[in-house]
Each structure stands twice: as structure tokens, then as C-alpha cells.
């Protein structure tokens, strides 16, 4: 059974940093491809970043430089650091994962204002 909890949003203004984390209750977590999702303002959900389950991640390119996603299998713990955010990566940030159907956590906010 997958169940995603994220943590770790909040506000912060532009140029700062949060690191989101994202718990997996499941046992299949270390054999998974997790990732990051957002969801900005009026639009559709978005890949932010996945990581496998060896640890080897691809960003989307609004990710790139800035974002890191890296994993603990042992502790079942996804993290997604974000640095140098701006207004418009204000959104609901999401973690997933695909076990034969996808698995998403609730959902958390990240504010960054200007």
C-alpha cells in the first residue's frame, strides 16, 4: 500500500529556498520511481523532477539549476530542495510515484513572493 505525505512548504520570497519532503508509508519505496509534481495557478499539473530507484534523477527544464531531487530508501523519504525561487514557481507541489496505477500525495503549497 502506497500512501504519500508531503511537508515542508511554506512562503518565502524571491531568491530563498525550501526543501520539500515526501514520506511513503508503502514497502516498495527503495524500488520506485518517485517524483515531483506542481501545479502553478490556472494551469495543469506539471513533472517537476523524478528520481529511480538507484537514484538517478531528470528535471523539467524550469527545474534545472536550481531544484535538486534525491531520495533516502532506507528512511522511505523523497526530498525535492528548491534554491533561488521565484514568483512563478508559486504553486501546489505534489510527490508520486506509479505502482501499476499512480499515487499521489495531498498536496502542498509553496508561496514565493516577489
Known amino acids: 500500500q502506497v500512501h504519500l505525505t508531503e511537508s515542508g512548504g511554506g512562503s518565502v520570497q524571491a531568491g530563498g529556498s525550501l526543501t520539500l519532503t515526501c514520506t511513503d508509508t508503502?514497502?516498495?519505496?527503495?524500488?520506485?520511481?518517485m517524483a515531483w509534481h506542481r501545479q502553478l495557478p490556472g494551469q495543469q499539473r506539471e513533472l517537476v523532477a523524478r528520481i529511480t530507484g538507484g537514484g538517478i534523477p531528470v528535471y523539467a527544464d524550469s527545474a534545472k539549476g536550481r531544484f535538486t531531487i534525491s531520495r533516502d530508501n532506507d528512511l522511505k523519504i523523497l526530498y525535492l530542495q528548491m534554491t533561488n525561487l521565484q514568483p512563478e514557481d508559486t504553486g501546489v507541489y505534489y510527490c508520486?510515484?506509479?505502482?501499476?496505477?499512480?499515487?499521489w500525495g495531498q498536496g502542498i503549497q509553496v508561496t514565493v513572493s516577489a
Open positions: 508503502g514497502n516498495l519505496f527503495r524500488y520506485n520511481t
Open positions: 508520486a510515484t506509479r505502482v501499476l496505477e499512480d499515487f
